[in-house]
């Protein structure tokens, strides 16, 4: 019943910006805990920040002050601003919904490539 499709990824060289979207549907959005991942070539998946429903964003170190995180309940939108990018940000960038108040929910977009060239 919940999908989440990401977009906004491409190519872009280092040094520029790209900002992902998140669209939802088929939750009650503001109720759940959002974030960013990104699996890299050849590497597993990794956490990149995340904004909960309360509390404070939280950032991967490899991003911080380069990574914005941000959430539109009335649009049922996540957003991941991306400036200074680096060659190391190549990957494919997932969203993900999480709630874990009586049983675990664990959603997934099926991810946005993100190619930054050196």
């Known amino acids: 019943q919940v999908q989440l499709v990401e977009s906004g990824g491409g190519l872009v060289q280092a040094g520029g910006s790209l900002r992902l979207s998140c669209a939802a549907s088929g939750s009650i959005f503001r109720l759940y805990d959002l974030g960013w991942y990104r699996q890299a070539p050849g590497k597993q998946r990794e956490f990149v920040a995340t904004?909960?429903?309360?509390?404070?964003?939280n950032y991967a170190d490899s991003v911080k002050g380069r990574f914005t995180i941000s959430r539109d309940n009335s649009k049922n939108t996540l957003y991941l601003q991306m400036n200074s990018l680096k060659p190391e940000d190549t990957a494919v960038y997932y969203c993900?919904?999480?709630?874990?108040?009586?049983?675990?929910?664990?959603?997934w977009g099926k991810g946005t490539l993100v190619t930054v060239s050196s």
């Open positions: 904004i909960p429903r309360g509390g404070s964003t």
């Open positions: 993900n919904l999480r709630r874990s108040i009586v049983r675990l929910e664990d959603y």
